[in-house]
């Protein structure tokens, strides 16, 4: 049982970056699908969360309107599509399956399974 994330590196701001995350040895459509983030001295985050039972979406304010989220349930995978990315948006990205997109302003989160965590490093 795994998460495997991708899709980091760096790019300059006002760039985009599409995070993927594939998950292997359970079916990642069990659970709502959330990306979380981590800023060098800062606590984790919760970027974005969806769940593909019904389309709900969750973003955090700081991303809204930049950031979207989806899956492909054939492919057993999410995604993070990162748009008019800012040099604050620099951070270790992880994505995670969990029960509750409710949960994700939760400073800790009950997560079933964390990704590894790709970095997006934004310059100015």
């Known amino acids: 049982v795994q998460l495997q994330a991708s899709g980091g590196g760096l790019v300059q701001a006002g760039g985009s970056l599409r995070l993927s995350c594939a998950a292997s040895?359970?079916?990642?459509?069990?659970?709502?699908k959330g990306w979380f983030r981590q800023a060098p001295g800062k606590k984790r985050e919760g970027v974005a969360c969806i769940n593909s039972s019904d389309g709900s979406t969750w973003y955090a304010g700081v991303v809204q309107g930049r950031f979207t989220i989806s899956s492909d349930s054939a492919k057993n995978t999410e995604y993070l599509q990162m748009n008019s990315l800012k040099p604050e948006d620099t951070a270790v990205y992880y994505c995670?399956?969990?029960?509750?997109?409710?949960?994700?302003?939760?400073?800790?989160?009950?997560?079933?399974?964390w990704g590894q965590g790709t970095l997006v490093t934004v310059s100015s």
């Open positions: 040895g359970f079916t990642f459509d069990d659970y709502v």
């Open positions: 995670a399956a969990l029960y509750d997109c409710n949960v994700m302003m939760v400073d800790s989160p009950y997560i079933e399974v």
